[in-house]
């Protein structure tokens, strides 16, 4: 179960961000629609993990595309957000808080995931 806790951060984050997107008048339409597309990425790779933790399997493919995909984002997106002096600093507090939640979540899933490929010995 050590993906569940991953899954289910990574749709609830998202489902949020679609919200605030939608609510966002001061975005244009490139703006939206990059920001929505990378929710649904987020969400869809989430709710392929959580397919395969209900059928019994671990997911390791979906696990590790949603793992680079999470840790790439956040890299380019979080930093870039770090560096924006135009954002205060509590947006870049959440943000940050976000990003290193997700890191540790990663970590875990995936530090997870390996323990149990080992103990089964499969590779």
């Known amino acids: 179960m050590w993906v569940m806790p991953l899954v289910l951060w990574t749709v609830l984050v998202w489902v949020s961000r679609i919200r605030?997107?939608?609510?966002?008048?001061?975005?244009?339409?490139?703006?939206t629609t990059w920001r929505l597309g990378a929710a649904i990425i987020f969400i869809a790779l989430g709710l392929a993990c959580g397919s395969w933790l209900l059928r019994g399997k671990p997911g390791g493919v979906a696990l590790m595309v949603l793992?680079?995909?999470?840790?790439?984002?956040?890299?380019?997106?979080?930093?870039?957000?770090?560096?924006d002096s135009n954002h205060d600093a509590s947006f870049k507090v959440v943000h940050t808080v976000l990003m290193l939640v997700t890191f540790a979540l990663v970590g875990a899933a995936v530090l997870g995931l390996r323990r149990a490929t080992v103990e089964t010995g499969r590779r």
């Open 20 to 31: 605030n997107v939608l609510g966002d008048e001061d975005l244009d339409g490139f703006g």
């Open 67 to 83: 793992a680079v995909w999470s840790v790439c984002y956040w890299l380019v997106r979080g930093i870039g957000i770090l560096l």
